[in-house]
T-cell receptor
Framework: SQKIEQNSEALNIQEGKTATLTCNYT??????LQWYRQDPGRGPVFLLL?????KEKRKERLKVTFDTTLKQSLFHITASQPADSATYLC???????????FGSGTRLSIRP | EPEVTQTPSHQVTQMGQEVILRCVPI?????FYWYRQILGQKVEFLVS????????KSEIFDDQFSVERPDGSNFTLKIRSTKLEDSAMYFC??????????????FGPGTRLLVL
């Protein structure tokens, strides 16, 4: 069955460094992959979408890569700030855009 | 900026009671979704809704659950006979019409449901 794994439950890094989060999937050939941010007690907030024919996408300090051979996406936050502290979720369409499956998330903490 | 809104923010109910969770999606969106998140666990898909009918549903979305768009603005999730394990945060989401952007889902703030 389809599976999404995010590399670690928690990641703790120094302010100013680059945070790199990993999303691996199996038994899937998704047409695209999304990253969301979730703060405690709040709903997920869409950040970036990358399609299968795109290798890399950027938005301000965020960068996402998508390797369909490795079945992996990397999510980078450069020049990290304490305000970037949150849980980051990887999400994939199950069969169509009508059904999205989320990974369990990586809790990122940026220390000053 | 337009937002998805949900009411109530918190709901406490007794096991076996019916609850209705309400959502107002973003006004020009045509795709609607419900998700749930049990405390400390992942966000789980429940159901998607388009053109006044269910597009997809998960194994969680059994006969105890139903969705409705009773008018042009509201989208509701009904749980007929709540169980203890229905305690969770329930999120509504919506996405736009255009094919290039319908994948992006905009989530509401959630309703925290506690079943006693």
């Amino acid at each position: 069955s389809q599976k999404i794994e995010q590399n670690s439950e928690a990641l703790n890094i120094q302010e100013g460094k680059t945070a790199t989060l990993t999303c691996n999937y199996t038994n899937y050939s998704p047409a695209y992959l999304q990253w969301y941010r979730q703060d405690p007690g709040r709903g997920p907030v869409f950040l970036l979408l990358i399609r299968e024919n795109e290798k890399e996408k950027r938005k301000e300090r965020l960068k996402v890569t998508f390797d369909t051979t490795l079945k992996q996406s990397l999510f980078h936050i450069t020049a990290s700030q304490p305000a970037d502290s949150a849980t980051y979720l990887c999400a994939l369409p199950y069969s169509s855009a009508s059904k999205i499956i989320f990974g369990s998330g990586t809790r990122l903490s940026i220390r000053p | 900026e337009p937002e998805v809104t949900q009411t109530p923010s918190h709901q406490v109910t007794q096991m076996g009671q019916e609850v209705i969770l309400r959502c107002v999606p973003i006004s020009n969106h045509l795709y609607f979704y419900w998700y749930r998140q049990i405390l400390g666990q992942k966000v789980e898909f429940l159901v998607s809704f388009y053109n006044n009918e269910i597009s997809e549903k998960s194994e969680i979305f059994d006969d105890q659950f139903s969705v409705e768009r009773p008018d042009g603005s509201n989208f509701t999730l009904k749980i007929r006979s709540t169980k203890l394990e229905d305690s969770a945060m329930y999120f509504c989401a919506s996405s736009p019409r255009t094919s290039g952007s319908k994948e992006t889902q905009y989530f509401g703030p959630g309703t925290r449901l506690l079943v006693l």
